[in-house]
C-alpha cells in the first residue's frame, strides 16, 4: 500500500524537495552511521503503514539508541523544516505512526532496557522499546505485571501503548494507560529533554504527564517511562457465560456492574466471532450462543468466590444458555487464548478486516449495538464484533476482501456512520486505539471549534513549530484564534 | 465604587458578594449563577487587566497568594447535571460539596472516591488543586477520575474536554490536564466524576510496620501512619476483608476510622518516592511536626505545627531534597508564605506557552506566578 515519498512530489517541487531531504538523510548517516539509517525503498514501502488501513510517505526509518540521539535527530529535522514521526512495534490501528507527510519515522525498538525495577514502590523505568508482554514476563518473579494488555500485547511496545493510551481487556478495572505512568522522559520540539511527571505524587501544576500519554508522539517523542506495576492478585476465576441474544448478555454487564462488582475483565463476543475463534483455538466457546460474556474476577479467594456466586446468579436471571468457571490454569488459559486469538482468527473470514473503536455509555450499549448492526447490513458488510463490555468500549471488525472494487470506501462509510452511532448515544471516536490518521477528521463530532482550539493550544506550546507528527489527532484549521484571543479570519 | 474591579460590580451587580467572610478577599467578590456570567467576568477582566482568582468553599484555607482585584466563588455553581449510577458516571456543577456528592451517590452504595474529612470542601476547589483522598493507594489519585471537564478559560471562551464516559481516549487528556493546575488555564465550571461501587466492608487495623503492610497485603485501600501509629484500611466484599483480617496480627479499631484532618495553622505537604517513605516521616518527625499523616506505596506526608511552633522549612526542604522529593507549604501564618520547593524547571518552557496560550492577558496568573 505504501508509495515512495520521492514520487508523490511533482515537477520542480520535486527536485527541491529531494535535494533537502538528500541533505537530511547525510546528516542523519554521519549521526548514527548507515545502518541505523533505513531508505531503502523496501524499508520505506514496510514502515510506511502500521497494522490499520492507513499508509503515509516515510523519508526515512532511522533506529536511535540514545535520548541524546533522538534530540539530535529532532535538531536536524528543526533546521531542515522536516517533520518526526515517532513508531514502536507500528502494531498501531489509527495510523498515529504514520507519517501524514514526508517525514523522518524515529523507530523506537532499541530502547529497550528495564531498569529500576522497585517492589516496594511497584515501579519500574522502561525503555519505550520494551514489548508489553516482555514486561509482565520479566516482573512475574515479583509477582507483578504491567496492567494494560492489548490485543497485540505480545508484539506492541511501551512507547506505543504510552502514545495511544493504550488500554486492553483489563483495563476495566485499572484504567488504561495513562494509569500506569507515573513520568516519562520526553525530547521536545525544543530539543530538550525533559522529565513530564515525577517519581513523587502531585507535582504542583499542569499535568503535562496526563497529556503526553496519548499524544501519538505530537506533544514529543517519549525516550523513558516510569511505569506503575500492579500485584498479581492471590487469586483468579474466568468465566465463560453463553447467551441466546446479545441484548440478554449485555442485561447481564449492566446486572454485574450494579451488584457493586467491579470484575478484572467483561469481555462480549458475538456469534460470527465466536463460530470464528473456534475454529481456530478450540477454546470450548459455545457456538450455538448469540453472544458469549468472558468474565474475570480477581483478588483474595473468599473475596473472589464470593463474586463468582454473584454473578452466577445474575447470568442465570438473564437466562444463560451456559455458565461456566475455568477449573484450572490450562482451562482459563484457553479461555483467554480465544480472546485474544480474535483478530487472527478473522483471516479465515476475509483477507483484510478493519477494526473500529468506538466508546459509549454502557448503559446505551444495546441501542448502539443494534445501529451498528444495522450500519452494517445496509452495506452489505461481513461484521464481527468482541469487545470490551464492561466499560462500553465496540471494536465492530468489518471483514472484507480490499481487491472488491469500491470496498474500502463502503468500509470508511459505515465506519463514520458506526462512529456517528456512538457518538449521538453520547458516546465518542475512541476507548484505546486513538485518533491518528483514522479518526481526525471525525473530531469535530465530537468537539466544537472552541473545544479543538483549546487542544490546539496544547499542542502549540509543546510544538510551536508544528514537526512533532503533524496531521494528527487534530484536524486541520483546530486553531482558530490567535494569542490574543481574537477570531482568526 | 472607586476600586479598578468596581466595574465588575456596576455590569453584574446581583452577582456581587457584599458580606460575609469572603467579600474581604478581594476589591470585588463575585458569585456567578451560569457559565456565561463567569466568562463575562473574564471578559471585562481581560479588557480592564484585571487579576481574577477561584475559590470554592474556601474551606481547604489555601488563600491567593496575593490580593487579586476579583475573586469568584463558585459555590452556586453546584447543580447535579447527571448522575447515571449504571454507568458509574456523575456530572456536576464545580461548587458541589464533596459532602452532597458522597450523599448523593451514597444512596446507591457509590463513592466518588475524592478527599476524605472535607465535606464542604467544592470539586471543583478538589479537582483545581489536584488533592486525593486516602484510597487513592487502591483507587488511583483524582485525576484519574476527572472524565471530562468544562472551563472558562483565561481569554474568555467556554471549553470542553474528556466526556461522560469511563474510558475514552479521544484527543488530548484535557481534564487530566488542569486537575492540580490550581486554576491557571481556566475556571473549572463542570467536571465528569468516575464513581466505584463503595464496598460494604471496611475496617481499620492498627499495625506497626507500615512497610510490611505494603510488601505483604493484597491492595489495601490505604496504608496510614501518624504521629501516634499506623493503621491498614481494608474494604471489599465481607468474605474478603474477613480473609485478608486472618492474614494480620494487628488490632481491629472498632470499625473503620479515618486520621481527624490536620488543622494547625502553619502545614506542609511533603512528596517522596514512595521508596523514601520512611525516611520522610523520619524528617518530619525530626523537624518537630506537632502532627503528620503519612500516605505509605503513595509517597505524601502532610504534616502540621501548632501555634509558635514553626519549623525550619528550608532545612526540611533539603533534607526532603536530598531524597528526591519536594515541600510545599500548605497553610502559613501572616501574609505570604515561606518559599517552597522551587517549580520544575525543566519543562519551564512548556508551561509557561501552555499559561500564555490558555491565559494570555494574565487574568489567571500574574507574569511570574506559578499557577500553584
Same mark, same amino acid.
Given at each position: 500500500?505504501g508509495?515512495?515519498p520521492?514520487?508523490?512530489?511533482?515537477?520542480?517541487?520535486?527536485?527541491?524537495?529531494?535535494?533537502?531531504?538528500m541533505?537530511?538523510?547525510?546528516?542523519?548517516?554521519?549521526?548514527?552511521g548507515?545502518d541505523?539509517?533505513?531508505?531503502?525503498?523496501?524499508?520505506?514501502?514496510?514502515?510506511?503503514k502500521?497494522?490499520?488501513v492507513?499508509?503515509?510517505?516515510?523519508?526515512?526509518?532511522?533506529?536511535?539508541?540514545t535520548?541524546g540521539?533522538?534530540?539530535?535527530?529532532?535538531?536536524?529535522a528543526?533546521?531542515?523544516?522536516i517533520?518526526?514521526?515517532?513508531?514502536?512495534?507500528?502494531?498501531?490501528?489509527?495510523?498515529g505512526?504514520?507519517?501524514?507527510?514526508?517525514?523522518?519515522?524515529?523507530?523506537?525498538?532499541?530502547?529497550?532496557?528495564?531498569?529500576?525495577?522497585?517492589?516496594?514502590?511497584?515501579?519500574?523505568?522502561?525503555?519505550?522499546?520494551?514489548?508489553?508482554?516482555?514486561?509482565?514476563?520479566?516482573?512475574?518473579?515479583?509477582?507483578?505485571?504491567?496492567?494494560?494488555?492489548?490485543?497485540?500485547?505480545?508484539?506492541?511496545?511501551?512507547?506505543g501503548?504510552?502514545?495511544?493510551n493504550?488500554?486492553?481487556?483489563?483495563?476495566?478495572?485499572?484504567?488504561?494507560?495513562?494509569?500506569?505512568?507515573l513520568?516519562?522522559e520526553v525530547?521536545?520540539?525544543?530539543?530538550?529533554?525533559?522529565?513530564?511527571?515525577?517519581e513523587?505524587?502531585?507535582?504542583?501544576?499542569?499535568?503535562?504527564?496526563?497529556?503526553?500519554?496519548?499524544?501519538?508522539?505530537?506533544?514529543g517523542?517519549?525516550?523513558?517511562?516510569?511505569?506503575?506495576?500492579?500485584?498479581?492478585?492471590?487469586?483468579?476465576?474466568t468465566?465463560?457465560?453463553g447467551?441466546?441474544?446479545?441484548?440478554?448478555?449485555?442485561?447481564?454487564?449492566?446486572?454485574?456492574?450494579?451488584?457493586g462488582i467491579?470484575?478484572?475483565?467483561?469481555?462480549m463476543?458475538?456469534?460470527?466471532?465466536?463460530?470464528?475463534?473456534?475454529?481456530?483455538?478450540?477454546?470450548?466457546?459455545?457456538?450455538?450462543?448469540?453472544?458469549v460474556?468472558?468474565?474475570?474476577?480477581?483478588?483474595?479467594?473468599?473475596?473472589?468466590?464470593?463474586?463468582?456466586?454473584?454473578?452466577?446468579?445474575?447470568?442465570?436471571?438473564?437466562?444463560?444458555?451456559?455458565t461456566r468457571?475455568?477449573?484450572d490454569?490450562?482451562?482459563?488459559?484457553?479461555?483467554?487464548?480465544g480472546?485474544?486469538?480474535?483478530?487472527?482468527?478473522?483471516?479465515q473470514?476475509?483477507?483484510d478486516?478493519?477494526?473500529?473503536?468506538?466508546?459509549?455509555?454502557?448503559?446505551?450499549?444495546?441501542?448502539?449495538l443494534?445501529?451498528?448492526?444495522?450500519?452494517?447490513?445496509?452495506?452489505?458488510?461481513?461484521?464481527?464484533?468482541?469487545?470490551?463490555?464492561?466499560d462500553?468500549?465496540?471494536h465492530?471488525?468489518?471483514?472484507?476482501?480490499?481487491?472488491?472494487?469500491?470496498?474500502?470506501?463502503?468500509?470508511?462509510?459505515?465506519?463514520?456512520?458506526?462512529?456517528?452511532a456512538?457518538?449521538?448515544?453520547?458516546?465518542?471516536?475512541s476507548?484505546?486505539?486513538?485518533?491518528?490518521?483514522?479518526?481526525?477528521d471525525?473530531?469535530g463530532?465530537?468537539?466544537?471549534?472552541?473545544?479543538?482550539?483549546?487542544?490546539?493550544?496544547?499542542?502549540?506550546?509543546f510544538?510551536?513549530?508544528?514537526?512533532?507528527?503533524?496531521?494528527?489527532?487534530?484536524?486541520?484549521g483546530?486553531?482558530?484564534?490567535?494569542?490574543?484571543?481574537?477570531?482568526l479570519? | 465604587?472607586?476600586?479598578?474591579?468596581?466595574?465588575?460590580?456596576?455590569?453584574?451587580?446581583?452577582?456581587?458578594?457584599?458580606?460575609?467572610?469572603?467579600?474581604?478577599?478581594?476589591d470585588?467578590?463575585?458569585?456567578?449563577r451560569?457559565?456565561?456570567?463567569?466568562?463575562?467576568?473574564?471578559?471585562?477582566a481581560?479588557?480592564?487587566?484585571?487579576?481574577?482568582?477561584?475559590?470554592?468553599?474556601?474551606?481547604?484555607r489555601?488563600?491567593?497568594?496575593?490580593?487579586?482585584?476579583?475573586?469568584?466563588?463558585?459555590?452556586?455553581?453546584?447543580?447535579?447535571?447527571?448522575?447515571?449510577p449504571?454507568d458509574l458516571?456523575?456530572?456536576?456543577?464545580?461548587?458541589?460539596?464533596?459532602?452532597?456528592?458522597?450523599?448523593l451517590v451514597?444512596?446507591?452504595?457509590?463513592?466518588?472516591v475524592?478527599?476524605?474529612?472535607?465535606?464542604?470542601?467544592?470539586?471543583?476547589?478538589?479537582?483545581?488543586?489536584?488533592?486525593s483522598?486516602?484510597?487513592?493507594?487502591?483507587?488511583g489519585?483524582?485525576?484519574?477520575?476527572?472524565?471530562?471537564?468544562?472551563?472558562?478559560?483565561?481569554?474568555g471562551?467556554i471549553?470542553?474536554g474528556g466526556?461522560?464516559?469511563v474510558?475514552?481516549?479521544?484527543?488530548?487528556?484535557?481534564?487530566?490536564?488542569?486537575t492540580?493546575? $490550581?486554576g491557571?488555564?481556566?475556571?473549572?465550571?463542570?467536571?465528569?466524576?468516575?464513581?466505584?461501587?463503595?464496598?460494604?466492608?471496611?475496617?481499620?487495623?492498627?499495625?506497626?510496620?507500615?512497610t510490611?503492610?505494603?510488601d505483604?497485603?493484597h491492595?489495601?485501600? $490505604?496504608?496510614?501512619?501518624?504521629?501516634?501509629?499506623?493503621?491498614v484500611?481494608?474494604e471489599?466484599?465481607?468474605?474478603?476483608?474477613?480473609?485478608?483480617?486472618?492474614s494480620?496480627?494487628?488490632?481491629?479499631?472498632s470499625?473503620?476510622?479515618w486520621?481527624?484532618?490536620?488543622?494547625?495553622?502553619?502545614?506542609?505537604?511533603?512528596r517522596?518516592?514512595?521508596?523514601?517513605?520512611?525516611?520522610?516521616v523520619?524528617?518530619?518527625?525530626?523537624?518537630?511536626?506537632?502532627?503528620?499523616?503519612?500516605?505509605?506505596?503513595?509517597?505524601?506526608v502532610?504534616?502540621?505545627?501548632?501555634?509558635?511552633?514553626?519549623?525550619?522549612?528550608?532545612?526540611?526542604r533539603?533534607?526532603?531534597?536530598?531524597?528526591?522529593?519536594?515541600?510545599?507549604?500548605?497553610?502559613?501564618?501572616?501574609?505570604?508564605?515561606?518559599?517552597?520547593?522551587?517549580?520544575?524547571?525543566?519543562?519551564?518552557?512548556?508551561?509557561?506557552?501552555?499559561?500564555d496560550?490558555f491565559?494570555?492577558?494574565?487574568?489567571?496568573?500574574?507574569?511570574?506566578?506559578?499557577?500553584?
Amino acid at each position: 500500500m505504501g508509495t515512495s515519498p520521492v514520487s508523490e512530489t511533482e515537477g520542480g517541487q520535486r527536485r527541491s524537495v529531494t535535494v533537502r531531504h538528500m541533505g537530511v538523510i547525510d546528516e542523519l548517516v554521519d549521526l548514527l552511521g548507515a545502518d541505523r539509517v533505513r531508505h531503502h525503498p523496501l524499508d520505506l514501502i514496510i514502515f510506511a503503514k502500521d497494522a490499520g488501513v492507513t499508509s503515509g510517505p516515510v523519508l526515512a526509518a532511522v533506529l536511535p539508541e540514545t535520548s541524546g540521539e533522538v534530540a539530535a535527530i529532532v535538531g536536524i529535522a528543526r533546521r531542515s523544516a522536516i517533520p518526526v514521526v515517532a513508531r514502536g512495534a507500528g502494531t498501531g490501528l489509527a495510523g498515529g505512526a504514520v507519517p501524514a507527510e514526508p517525514g523522518i519515522l524515529v523507530v523506537m525498538t532499541r530502547f529497550d532496557r528495564i531498569r529500576d525495577i522497585d517492589p516496594i514502590a511497584r515501579t519500574a523505568w522502561v525503555g519505550p522499546g520494551v514489548v508489553n508482554l516482555d514486561l509482565s514476563r520479566e516482573l512475574s518473579s515479583l509477582g507483578m505485571h504491567f496492567a494494560p494488555d492489548p490485543s497485540s500485547q505480545q508484539a506492541c511496545t511501551i512507547g506505543g501503548n504510552v502514545g495511544t493510551n493504550a488500554g486492553g481487556p483489563h483495563c476495566l478495572a485499572e484504567g488504561t494507560t495513562v494509569a500506569h505512568v507515573l513520568a516519562a522522559e520526553v525530547v521536545t520540539a525544543d530539543g530538550e529533554v525533559v522529565v513530564v511527571g515525577s517519581e513523587f505524587p502531585d507535582r504542583p501544576g499542569p499535568d503535562l504527564r496526563a497529556v503526553v500519554v496519548g499524544s501519538e508522539g505530537t506533544l514529543g517523542i517519549v525516550t523513558d517511562v516510569l511505569v506503575r506495576l500492579t500485584d498479581d492478585p492471590p487469586h483468579v476465576a474466568t468465566m465463560l457465560a453463553g447467551f441466546e441474544s446479545v441484548d440478554a448478555a449485555a442485561a447481564t454487564v449492566s446486572g454485574i456492574i450494579a451488584a457493586g462488582i467491579i470484575p478484572a475483565a467483561l469481555e462480549m463476543m458475538d456469534r460470527l466471532m465466536v463460530i470464528a475463534v473456534e475454529n481456530f483455538v478450540n477454546a470450548g466457546y459455545p457456538t450455538d450462543a448469540a453472544a458469549v460474556l468472558l468474565i474475570e474476577v480477581a483478588g483474595v479467594r473468599s473475596g473472589v468466590e464470593a463474586d463468582v456466586a454473584t454473578i452466577e446468579a445474575i447470568t442465570e436471571r438473564n437466562g444463560a444458555t451456559s455458565t461456566r468457571v475455568a477449573a484450572d490454569e490450562d482451562e482459563r488459559a484457553a479461555l483467554w487464548k480465544g480472546r485474544k486469538a480474535a483478530f487472527g482468527a478473522v483471516a479465515q473470514v476475509a483477507p483484510d478486516y478493519y477494526l473500529h473503536d468506538t466508546v459509549v455509555p454502557r448503559t446505551r450499549l444495546v441501542e448502539v449495538l443494534g445501529s451498528i448492526y444495522e450500519i452494517a447490513s445496509r452495506h452489505g458488510l461481513m461484521m464481527l464484533n468482541v469487545f470490551h463490555a464492561g466499560d462500553g468500549n465496540l471494536h465492530p471488525l468489518v471483514a472484507f476482501d480490499a481487491r472488491e472494487p469500491g470496498m474500502l470506501q463502503r468500509v470508511a462509510i459505515a465506519a463514520r456512520e458506526m462512529a456517528e452511532a456512538s457518538i449521538a448515544a453520547g458516546g465518542s471516536l475512541s476507548g484505546e486505539h486513538g485518533i491518528g490518521l483514522e479518526k481526525r477528521d471525525l473530531m469535530g463530532l465530537v468537539f466544537g471549534s472552541l473545544d479543538l482550539d483549546a487542544q490546539a493550544r496544547i499542542r502549540e506550546a509543546f510544538d510551536p513549530l508544528g514537526l512533532m507528527n503533524p496531521g494528527k489527532v487534530l484536524p486541520t484549521g483546530s486553531r482558530c484564534f490567535d494569542a490574543s484571543g481574537a477570531r482568526l479570519p | 465604587m472607586t476600586n479598578r474591579a468596581g466595574v465588575i460590580a456596576e455590569r453584574l451587580p446581583s452577582i456581587v458578594v457584599a458580606e460575609g467572610p469572603l467579600s474581604d478577599l478581594a476589591d470585588v467578590v463575585i458569585r456567578p449563577r451560569s457559565v456565561d456570567e463567569v466568562r463575562e467576568v473574564i471578559r471585562i477582566a481581560g479588557e480592564r487587566s484585571l487579576s481574577v482568582r477561584t475559590v470554592g468553599s474556601a474551606s481547604s484555607r489555601r488563600m491567593p497568594t496575593t490580593r487579586p482585584d476579583v475573586v469568584i466563588t463558585t459555590t452556586l455553581l453546584d447543580s447535579v447535571v447527571a448522575y447515571e449510577p449504571d454507568d458509574l458516571t456523575l456530572v456536576v456543577g464545580a461548587g458541589t460539596t464533596l459532602g452532597t456528592i458522597e450523599y448523593l451517590v451514597g444512596g446507591r452504595d457509590q463513592t466518588a472516591v475524592l478527599v476524605d474529612g472535607f465535606p464542604d470542601r467544592t470539586v471543583g476547589g478538589v479537582v483545581s488543586a489536584g488533592d486525593s483522598g486516602y484510597r487513592r493507594l487502591r483507587y488511583g489519585p483524582t485525576r484519574d477520575r476527572v472524565l471530562g471537564v468544562t472551563l472558562v478559560t483565561g481569554y474568555g471562551e467556554i471549553v470542553k474536554g474528556g466526556g461522560r464516559l469511563v474510558k475514552n481516549v479521544t484527543g488530548y487528556d484535557l481534564p487530566r490536564l488542569v486537575t492540580g493546575s $490550581a486554576g491557571s488555564l481556566g475556571i473549572i465550571i463542570e467536571v465528569c466524576l468516575k464513581l466505584w461501587p463503595d464496598p460494604p466492608a471496611k475496617v481499620s487495623v492498627a499495625i506497626d510496620d507500615p512497610t510490611f503492610a505494603i510488601d505483604r497485603i493484597h491492595r489495601p485501600s $490505604a496504608v496510614l501512619e501518624t504521629e501516634t501509629g499506623a493503621t491498614v484500611h481494608l474494604e471489599g466484599s465481607v468474605p474478603a476483608v474477613d480473609e485478608l483480617l486472618q492474614s494480620l496480627d494487628g488490632t481491629v479499631e472498632s470499625g473503620h476510622r479515618w486520621p481527624d484532618p490536620l488543622t494547625c495553622p502553619f502545614q506542609v505537604s511533603v512528596r517522596v518516592a514512595p521508596r523514601s517513605m520512611v525516611e520522610a516521616v523520619a524528617a518530619v518527625r525530626a523537624a518537630g511536626a506537632s502532627r503528620f499523616i503519612a500516605q505509605h506505596g503513595v509517597g505524601r506526608v502532610d504534616a502540621g505545627w501548632r501555634t509558635g511552633a514553626q519549623p525550619d522549612v528550608g532545612g526540611l526542604r533539603t533534607r526532603i531534597a536530598s531524597l528526591g522529593g519536594i515541600v510545599i507549604v500548605t497553610a502559613w501564618d501572616g501574609t505570604s508564605p515561606p518559599e517552597s520547593s522551587p517549580m520544575d524547571r525543566g519543562t519551564a518552557a512548556i508551561q509557561e506557552r501552555l499559561r500564555d496560550l490558555f491565559d494570555p492577558l494574565h487574568v489567571l496568573t500574574g507574569p511570574n506566578e506559578e499557577g500553584t
